[in-house]
Structure formats: C-alpha cells, structure tokens
C-alpha cells in the first residue's frame, strides 16, 4: 500500500510539472512579440499578407546617397532565386518601402522611379508607360519621413500600391511587375548594395 501511495504521489507531481511547464511555454508565445527587422531607423514588418497568404520576409535594406539613410526596401517572397527569378516570377511577392529622410520629397521619388523604369527597360518603356504613369499619377500627397509605400504583386490581378497601408491602387500587367521590381532588384539596380539587402545575400 505504502508503495502504490508513492508511485500515485509521484505521478502527481509529473503530471503537475507537465502542466506548468506547458502553461509556462503558451505564455511565453501569447506575449512574445511578432519579430521584425530593424532597418536603419525603420522597422520593417516580418511577413506580408497577400491574399491570403503569409509571405515571409526574405531581406531588407537601405537606400543611401553619401551618407544620407533615405529610404528602407524590403522584399517579401517565397522565391528563392536571385533577383533576375524574383522579378520575372508571375507568383504573390511583395516590397515595401519606409522612407527616412526628408531629402526625398514627391517630386524627388517620382524622378527616382522614372530613372529606374528607364534602367529596367533598357530605356524602353512603351509597353509599361500606361502603368508608370498611372503609378506616378496615384502618388498625389506630400511624400515625408515615415511614410510607407507597399508595392504587392498578385497573378492576374496586378501590383497594389498602397500609401500608408491606404489608397490602393491597382496596376495591372506580369510586365509592369517585372518593370517595377526590376528597379532593385534587377540588372541595373538603382543601388548594388541594396539589392543585395532585399535578396538577404
């Protein structure tokens, strides 16, 4: 009898060390913190949804001019290419760009973009210019430090620009998307080091 008492005491205190220890771990993961990447002074967040789906995500970076931190890029997507398969790829993937200084203005970000379509081209962008300037004509407020801009691509629906997480607009075209993400992560990217930052290399 005496030793039946034990082995039940005994496993009273394993099954009650089993409940602590889970309780101890669901309360660790209800208040941890969703993790996300510090980029300069921007924090970029770690996965984006896009419809539906939670894209990781793969790397970010700064665009820098001398010593100027003028915007935050990250890339979101499951490709594990390097960034001629990204911006080819007819698959959900997503940038989102936190500007960081008050040097880049909305006239300054339009003439940025306007380069970088003309160097993903190869100077060509009849087949896109529909798309850029719809782009161009969309970003109709004042750009400043801490703005967001999220450029997400899906198949068959097009690239969703939203400012601020608001005012979507739609552009349509796999072309555009190629045009656009080309921009960083193409061949003449508007900054090598950056590129290299969104693909995590």
Not at 35 to 62: H, M
Not at 155 to 166: I, L, S
Request: glycine share 10%; proline share 4%; aromatic share 4%.
């Amino acid at each position: 009898m005496m030793a039946s008492t034990t082995s039940l005491a005994s496993l009273r205190i394993t099954v009650r060390s089993a409940v602590i220890a889970i309780a101890t771990l669901v309360t660790l993961a209800v208040a941890s913190p969703a993790y996300a990447k510090k980029v300069g002074n921007a924090t970029v967040p770690d996965s984006l949804n896009i419809s539906g789906a939670e894209l990781p995500l793969r790397g970010a970076g700064l665009r820098t001019r001398a010593v100027f931190k003028l915007y935050a890029a990250a890339l979101y997507t499951d490709e594990s290419g390097d960034g001629n398969a990204v911006t080819a790829a007819d698959k959900p993937m997503g940038i989102h760009l936190h500007i960081l200084s008050k040097l880049v203005t909305k006239d300054k970000l339009v003439e940025a973009l306007n380069d970088g379509f003309k160097a993903s081209t190869g100077g060509d962008m009849s087949s896109v210019q529909g798309g850029v300037d719809a782009m161009i004509a969309a970003m109709d407020k004042p750009v400043k430090r801490g703005v967001t801009y999220t450029l997400a691509y899906e198949p068959g629906v097009g690239t969703t620009m939203t400012r601020n997480g608001e005012d979507p607009v739609i552009i349509e075209g796999l072309e555009f998307k190629q045009a656009l993400f080309g921009i960083w992560l193409g061949d003449k990217p508007v900054q090598g080091k950056l590129k290299n930052g969104m693909l995590g290399s």
